[in-house]
């Protein structure tokens, strides 16, 4: 029993023995592996860390030295450096050196370092072909400098940084720590490169800050006194928003209209600039902005690079739904970029020194106030480029410049007619002087037409005639009217001339079954249809009575500004005050149809009732609005002087010698001046009965006033009024012209000089080969008895010889002619023109010739006359059933012919000519 359980024991205490092995050999191996998974865990997250964080910044970190230098790490980071020598040693030979190379090429100007290259030099670059694709902000790098072991660990590679900015890409930078001041110093770098790169005017900057009202950028104030920086208010961010909308839409309105997606490729199409860029620098402290200005933001940043506006936004948390680049600015200066990725440390360039940026400043605004006052010159087109603009959708020309570009006008279907307003001394024709050489110099004369009138006593357009010591004259010119303040019905007589064109254009356009001018000149192109601008300077002046004038012009103005858009007829109407036009009250309509608005300093309601921008203009500049006068369209344009020698006389110049051959002369209108016989003689109609010739009409053509002397009753004509030297010249020039007329002999001329001298008239006759009978006071009667009874003989059937009987100063013969002379004189004014006897008379009154008619003899014998100093009252009885407003004008008269008028008509007397 004992030697049983002692072996059982020994077995069992054997087993437990092995149990204990096998159980602490299961434990030491499981220790092991434990070890093993422990520092092969520790391997691979310290792997991981290299790998992302880089090997670079884990050696220049002294708290991990003494781990990156433990031996068990060393295959770790001996694998790490393998791979990324594997990696980056290929780059690294050639990818620095590219990148600054592109850089380079990409801003040849503003990629060097040092800011002796660029701070303080007023660049030249024009803005059209050298546009830099990148700005310079700073310099990445990839390694570390550090040194471990008295060895270097790696080898630090740099290169330029740079971010694109003008027309392709906003930038939004961020900041945390002490970057704030980095980020500013990296702003009012940027912002010297881009300013000091461009000729002076071609960026312009705008500064908003939340946290102060003079926002960063000390340094550039200077900038701001030549208009180049614009600081604004820390509380109306809404009001730089709204400009920056309005400047969008301006773009896209007017400069994008044909088919350029953006304003870069409008100047690459054109080889011109005339916008600059903006530039807009918005400061945050990091909280959202206001929902509104959250929004209009966002709409800004999708359409501000294509219509010139770049954002530069610092700590304002907004998504950008754009192309945009970002910079974040850590503690200590260091950066990131997307341009570089997040694992490249941008270094930003070292702030300027202050005061080197302040004296850059002052040049920059030095240089933009001598080359900010452009020349009218900066107007014109380039050399070649004279007449080659095409007027098919309209016409448009720059009249001045906005922010130093120029500035265009548009007349075409979106803004047919422009209304311009200034008071007196305000550059009113100056500015029309601009517009008209501007246009001129843009479209040939077969692409536009210009009719140009002055109702103030000047000759401003009277320059674009011929003259004696300047014998050039504007070939665009069709019509000139200058000293028209008294002569209303010159103004009345163009708007008819505007109104038949526009109808005759209208009937062409329907013959080729279109509905305006553009359609027209595409369905017939072998046609002349120039664009028509028709330029009333002092308008007002057209509407200052309440008359038949006031009346029909009223009517005529509204017909063709709501008609005339469609046929290419433009009205520019200028005043120094529209407000007090009491024809146009009631009729909006009229002016709504005067979509553009250009305001001179002072002018009041030529804008819009609430837009007052123009209060406080200074002198040479104006408001240019092309939405009808809303506050929102409003550009700020400067006047150059286009009154100088050299500027409008050099244009006219130019185009008179590239245009004027084979064309007419513009027609001169000078109210100041008597139109002279030998002119008026040309003109007469062809043909037909003899033509007695009175004046000259008001109207377009410049016809002459004729009565015609047919062998028909009442053929007769007379002159009245007391003033006898207006009388002579009528009398005298209806006496040439009818000397003219008749062969030499053929007609007996018969003078009565009784209240005249008229030695001039008889030698109009004898030059033409007449040989005049003089009768005096003293034989006045017998020779009127006997042509009676000359008439009796005719009406008889006997020979009916011409005679032409000539009275100056009928009424003085009543004394001697008694009762029988008399009625023989009733006899032949009513019964000798219908015989070929004519009378043609002065009589010093209406009631004197009234007395001659009365009994046997009638108004009707009278078919025609002139009224000089008569009042329009005192004309009733020889129109009856007419009511006339005619009041007496020096050097006017009121013609009225009954064969040919329904009304009287204002003609011009004829200037008294010696033979």
């Known amino acids: ?192 490169r881009v300013v000091s790169h461009f000729t002076p005017g071609l960026v312009r900057l705008h500064v908003w800050d939340v946290g102060q009202f003079t926002g960063v950028v000390p340094g550039l104030y200077p900038l701001t006194r030549s208009g180049l920086l614009t600081v604004h208010d820390p509380g109306r961010l809404s009001h730089l928003l709204e400009e920056l909308s309005d400047r969008i839409r301006r773009v896209h309105t007017r400069l994008l209209i044909d088919g350029h997606p953006t304003l870069a490729s409008h100047v690459a199409a054109t080889g011109t600039r005339v916008k600059p860029w903006i530039v807009t620098v918005l400061v945050g402290n990091g909280r959202p902005l206001a929902d509104e200005d959250h929004w209009q933001l966002q709409r800004i940043s999708r359409g501000g690079l294509a219509s010139g506006v770049s954002l530069v936004l610092v700590d304002v948390p907004v998504t950008l739904q754009a192309p945009h680049e970002t910079v974040r600015l850590h503690d200590g200066g260091a950066a990131t970029s997307s341009m570089t990725g997040e694992h490249v440390v941008v270094t930003p360039d070292p702030p300027l020194p202050r005061d080197a940026v302040t004296r850059a400043a002052h040049t920059l605004a030095d240089a933009h106030e001598h080359g900010h006052a452009r020349a009218f010159a900066d107007l014109l087109p380039a050399a070649g480029r004279w007449g080659r603009e095409r007027s098919v959708t309209g016409l448009r020309a720059p009249i001045g410049f906005a922010d130093g570009m120029p500035l265009d006008v548009v007349l075409a279907d979106e803004s047919p007619h422009a209304l311009i307003g200034g008071p007196s001394g305000t550059g009113k024709t100056n500015l029309l002087l601009t517009m008209i050489s501007s246009m001129a110099a843009r479209y040939d004369p077969d692409e536009l037409e210009f009719y140009l009138l002055d109702f103030k006593e000047g000759v401003s357009f009277a320059q674009f005639t011929r003259g004696r010591r300047d014998t050039t004259w504007l070939p665009h010119a069709r019509l000139v009217g200058v000293n028209i303040n008294t002569d209303r019905e010159f103004g009345l007589a163009l708007l008819q001339f505007l109104a038949d064109e526009m109808r005759r254009r209208a009937e062409a356009a329907k013959d080729h079954e279109v509905t305006k001018l553009e359609e027209l000149r595409g369905a017939d192109p072998e046609g002349r249809w120039p664009r028509i601008v028709a330029v009333i300077d002092e308008f007002q002046l057209l509407f200052s009575e309440r008359d038949d004038v006031t009346k029909k012009a009223t009517a005529l103005l509204e017909d063709v500004a709501r008609r005339g858009r469609s046929q290419g007829i433009h009205l520019v109407l200028a005043s120094q005050d529209v407000s007090g036009i009491e024809a146009f009250w009631g009729r909006p309509a009229v002016f709504e149809q005067f979509v553009l608005r250009i305001a001179l300093p002072r002018a009041r309601r030529v804008l819009g009732e609430l837009n007052e921008a123009a209060m406080d203009l200074p002198r040479w500049h104006a408001i240019v609005n092309h939405d009808s006068g809303v506050r929102h369209g409003n550009e700020v344009v400067r006047i150059p002087d286009a009154t100088a020698r050299g500027t409008t006389d050099e244009v006219q110049r130019v185009l008179h010698e590239t245009w004027s051959t084979g064309r007419p002369e513009p027609v001169l209108f000078d109210g100041s001046r008597a139109p002279a016989v030998a002119d008026l003689l040309p003109l007469l109609p062809a043909g037909g009965p003899p033509q007695a010739l009175l004046g000259q009409c008001i109207d377009v053509a410049g016809r002459p006033a004729t009565a015609a002397l047919a062998d028909t009753p009442g053929r007769n004509v007379a002159v009245l009024g007391a003033d006898a030297e207006d009388a002579g010249r009528v009398i005298g020039a209806a006496a040439g012209s009818l000397a003219a007329q008749y062969p030499a002999g053929s007609v007996d001329v018969v003078v009565a000089p009784l209240l005249a001298d008229a030695r001039a008239l008889l030698a109009r006759f004898t030059a033409a080969g007449h040989a005049p009978e003089v009768v005096m006071l003293d034989g006045v009667r017998q020779r009127i008895e006997a042509l009676a009874a000359d008439v009796v003989a005719r009406l008889g059937g006997g020979p009916r010889h ?114």
């Open 802 to 915: 011409p005679v032409l009987l000539v009275l100056l100063g009928a009424d003085a013969a009543d004394p001697v002619l008694e009762r029988e002379g008399i009625e023989a004189l009733r006899r032949v004014l009513r019964s000798g023109p219908e015989t070929g006897v004519h009378v043609l008379g002065w009589w010093r009154s209406v009631a004197r010739l009234r007395s001659t008619l009365s009994i046997s003899a009638t108004p009707d014998d009278v078919g025609a006359w002139v009224a000089l100093d008569v009042q329009g009252s005192e004309l009733g009885a020889l129109v009856p059933g007419m009511m006339l407003s005619w009041s007496p004008r020096p050097g006017r008269g009121l013609f009225y012919d009954r064969a040919q008028h329904s009304r009287p008509e204002v003609v011009i007397v004829p200037s008294s000519e010696e033979p």
């Open 1 to 192: 029993m004992v030697g049983g359980r002692s072996g059982r024991r020994q077995r069992i205490t054997e087993a437990f023995d092995e149990l204990h092995g096998a159980l602490a050999a299961a434990l030491g191996a499981a220790d092991g592996l434990q070890d093993a998974a422990v520092r092969a865990h520790a391997e691979t997250l310290v792997e991981q860390w290299l790998r992302t964080e880089g090997l670079d910044d884990a050696r220049a970190d002294p708290a991990l030295a003494v781990p990156l230098a433990n031996p068990q790490l060393a295959d770790v980071v001996a694998r790490v450096e393998a791979d990324r020598a594997a990696a980056f040693d290929p780059w690294l030979r050639t990818g620095p050196a590219a990148l600054t190379e592109l850089l380079e090429r990409a801003a040849p100007l503003s990629a060097g370092l040092e800011p002796g290259r660029w701070l303080g030099q007023v660049g030249k670059s024009d803005g059209i072909e050298e546009v830099p694709g990148l700005w310079r902000i700073g310099e990445a790098r990839i390694g570390s400098p550090t040194r471990a072991a008295g060895k270097s660990l790696t080898r630090a590679v740099t290169w330029p940084v740079g971010v694109p900015l003008l027309d392709e890409s906003h930038l939004q930078i961020t900041s945390s720590g002490d970057g704030r001041a980095h980020a500013e110093a990296l702003v009012e770098t940027l912002l010297m």
